[in-house]
């Protein structure tokens, strides 16, 4: 399998640092630490990649680190400024509760949470997962080749984690290429939980839309939709689709007024039905646009590798109203994706295996969740004290008989940045959605 082994060389971007000082992050807890010692795990210093940011996510700063106890290198994500207030927190409490919850091979997962301090002291939080070198931003943009089977097996795992989000009753509102790690085998994980929340079965009640990084938007969100679904994400996937095929984003708009006028160029000026649920200013607009029809036929000239069957599943995706767009387990079983679904899954699965009879392969090629993530425990939490106090017991309790626990180290360089890092710009936050009336 070709696209699996070490054809992405080109991607590594994980060259030694030059010369920092080699200070680990974070180390195993004093009582723990000789403990490690006496089982042989704490390694020297000397060999140890030194640690280095890697991301600033919306909500947080990631590093590259060392993990003292094996060696292996992880991803540290610094959640700061947890407390300021119930919001805040709470949404830190439901990202981390989703990286706990999380087991799935295109999902990124919590490996570790680090111990944190007294409860009078605790304003941080500190999350270790696993590394990937890449993401498909830094990809599209890279002069690397992509084949059609490059393009095939990303969509095909994007679609696979989505499928158990969506299954687990989550909507993750912000995949955009950025938040797509990848690494040197072609192994993609869905990444940041920041903006994620469950699914809100009551259509009359109003859902934030201050969501989805603006490039990645679905119309329902730009015409001022109170309620939507999962189909948010699967619009965002048909852009990326469309990205990976053309080596540029499809819809570069400079503002959400323009951002839709670059879907009805493609799309044609939606039907009254297709705009049920935006609210009365945004059809208004669109009313008063001359009309436009469809030019879906210009999606063939994105690249040599759109061919008829890559261009009839964008459509499905791309689709104005999204009741009537594709559902990711759909659109796993579409043709594009169904010839090497096979190769795909088996490339990076941990549930298929080798048998003297043969290969023995698992039933289930894309599974979904065996149970819905609950949020019924942040109705409970009334204050930022209550949220801290369950949160502190919540990483208390995740710790109880795990590995030697990790607390960070005030003396590493990366510590000191860390320190004095908070929130990402305001320019890395979905933009505010259109005042339509
Ligand atoms: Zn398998």
Redesign the pocket.
């Known amino acids: 399998m070709a696209v699996c082994r070490g054809q992405m060389a080109a991607f590594h971007g994980m060259g030694p640092g030059a010369s920092a000082p080699p200070q680990p992050a974070f180390f195993p807890t004093a009582a723990a630490a000789s403990a490690a010692q006496g089982h042989g795990q704490a390694r020297g210093q000397a060999d140890v990649e030194p640690d280095r940011p890697i991301g600033y996510g919306a909500f947080g700063v990631v590093w590259s680190v060392t993990d003292p106890r094996d060696g292996k290198r992880v991803a540290l994500k610094k959640m700061p400024n947890v407390f300021q207030n119930l919001v805040s927190c709470k949404r830190v409490f439901r990202e981390l509760r989703m990286l706990c919850f999380f087991k799935h091979d295109n999902v990124l997962s919590a490996l570790d949470i680090l111990q944190p301090p007294p409860l009078n002291f605790f304003e941080e939080i500190y999350v270790v997962t696993e590394l990937l070198q890449s993401d498909l931003h830094k990809i599209i943009v890279s002069p690397q080749p992509l084949s059609s089977d490059h393009v095939k097996v990303f969509l095909y795992q994007i679609l696979r984690g989505l499928k158990y989000l969506h299954s687990a009753g989550i909507l993750h509102r912000d995949i955009k290429p950025g938040n797509l790690l990848v690494n040197s085998n072609c192994i993609l994980k869905i990444c940041d939980f920041g903006l994620a929340r469950t699914e809100e079965p009551d259509e009359y009640k109003h859902m934030t839309q201050e969501v989805v990084t603006q490039y990645y938007r679905s119309p329902e969100l730009l015409m001022g939709t109170k309620h939507y679904s999962q189909s948010i994400d699967v619009w965002s996937v048909g852009c990326i689709f469309a990205e990976l095929l053309g080596r540029r984003i499809l819809f570069q708009a400079q503002s959400p007024i323009q951002q839709l006028e670059l879907i009805t160029d493609l799309l044609g000026t939606p039907s009254l039905e297709d705009m049920r649920t935006a609210c009365d200013g945004a059809k208004a607009h669109m009313l008063r646009q001359a009309h436009k029809p469809p030019a879906l036929a210009s999606l063939y000239t994105l690249s040599s590798q759109a061919t008829h069957e890559a261009v009839h599943l964008l459509c499905r995706m791309l689709v104005f109203n999204p009741d009537k767009r594709i559902s990711c387990a759909d659109a796993l079983t579409h043709p594009y994706l169904d010839e090497g679904r096979l190769r795909y899954?088996?490339c990076m699965?941990k549930?298929?295996y080798n048998t003297p009879q043969g290969r023995q392969?698992?039933s289930d090629f894309e599974p979904i969740s065996r149970q819905l993530f609950d949020c019924t425990w942040e109705d409970s939490l009334h204050s930022v004290h209550m949220v801290k106090e369950e949160l502190h017991r919540f990483i208390g309790e995740r710790q109880r008989g795990n590995k030697v626990p990790l607390c960070i180290n005030p003396q590493s360089a990366a510590f000191k940045s860390f320190a004095t890092s908070s929130v990402a710009q305001p320019a890395e936050l979905p933009p505010s959605p259109v005042a339509w009336e």
């Open positions: 899954h088996t699965c549930c298929c392969y698992t």
